[in-house]
């Protein structure tokens, strides 16, 4: 697989799986662009890309910010979405595994 010449966007691009997946696209040739909310972890990316990287500073659960970045971003050629919570990882005590009450049908 060759991304040479293509532009692929990370959306939560800036660490953990997403930074990974930049970083790869990267490899195989992509300019590639990250975005998460903060400045200091998009820089902090960027530093890790080379340097045909771009960053872009959006909270993806404000529409108005989502709207402004595909407008700031211009053309691209892939849209990976990582941008989440942490996992929460938890004792297995602490876990509810009773079968849910099915509905009336199903
Ligand atoms: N790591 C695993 O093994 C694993 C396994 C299964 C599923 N997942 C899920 O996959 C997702 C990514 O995991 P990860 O380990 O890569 O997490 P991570 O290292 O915390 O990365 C999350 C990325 O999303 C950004 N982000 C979070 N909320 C955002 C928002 N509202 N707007 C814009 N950017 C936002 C974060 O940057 P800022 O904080 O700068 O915004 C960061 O760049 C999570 O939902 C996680 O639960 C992870």
Redesign the pocket.
């Known amino acids: 697989m060759t991304l040479i010449d293509q532009r692929v966007v990370v959306?939560?691009?800036?660490?953990?799986?997403?930074?990974a997946t930049a970083a790869r696209a990267a490899r195989e040739g992509a300019q590639v662009v990250v975005?998460?909310?903060?400045q200091r972890?998009?820089d902090r990316a960027l530093t890790t890309l080379p340097t045909t990287a771009q960053g872009y500073v959006?909270?993806?659960?404000d529409p108005d910010a989502v709207s402004r970045l595909f407008h700031d971003l211009g053309s691209f050629d892939h849209l990976v979405y990582?941008?989440?919570?942490?996992?929460a990882l938890m004792s297995v005590d602490a876990l509810d595994c009773r079968r849910p009450t099915p509905p009336a049908r199903w």
């Open positions: 959306l939560g691009g800036t660490s953990g799986i997403g930074l975005a998460s909310r903060n972890s998009v959006a909270n993806l659960t990582t941008a989440g919570e942490p996992l």
